[in-house]
C-alpha cells in the first residue's frame, strides 16, 4: 500500500508538491517544514512524531 502524498499542509495550507520537504507522522498527517518545526515534530492530530516524508524518485527507468 503506497503512502497518500498529500498536496497540502494540513496546518497552514500551503501548497507541498511531490519532491518538496514535508513530514508525515504514522497516519500520514502531512505538514510543511516550518510548520513541523513550529510544532517541534510532534503531530497535532494523533501526538506521534513527524518525520521526513519520503521523495517519489525524479526518474524511474523501467528494466
Same mark, same amino acid.
Given at each position: 500500500?503506497? @503512502? !497518500?502524498?498529500?498536496?497540502?499542509? !494540513? %496546518?497552514?495550507?500551503? %501548497?507541498?508538491?511531490?519532491? %518538496? @520537504?514535508? *513530514?508525515?507522522?504514522?497516519?500520514?498527517? +502531512? *505538514?510543511?517544514?516550518?510548520? +513541523?518545526? !513550529?510544532?517541534?515534530? #510532534?503531530?497535532?492530530?494523533?501526538?506521534?512524531? @513527524?518525520? #521526513?516524508?519520503?521523495?517519489?524518485?525524479?526518474? #524511474?527507468?523501467?528494466?
Amino acid at each position: 500500500m503506497a @503512502l !497518500e502524498m498529500r498536496k497540502k499542509c !494540513e %496546518s497552514c495550507n500551503d %501548497s507541498i508538491d511531490d519532491n %518538496s @520537504l514535508a *513530514f508525515i507522522c504514522v497516519y500520514e498527517c +502531512t *505538514f510543511c517544514a516550518p510548520c +513541523t518545526e !513550529e510544532m517541534n515534530h #510532534i503531530c497535532p492530530n494523533c501526538g506521534g512524531e @513527524l518525520v #521526513i516524508r519520503p521523495r517519489k524518485p525524479q526518474n #524511474i527507468c523501467p528494466l
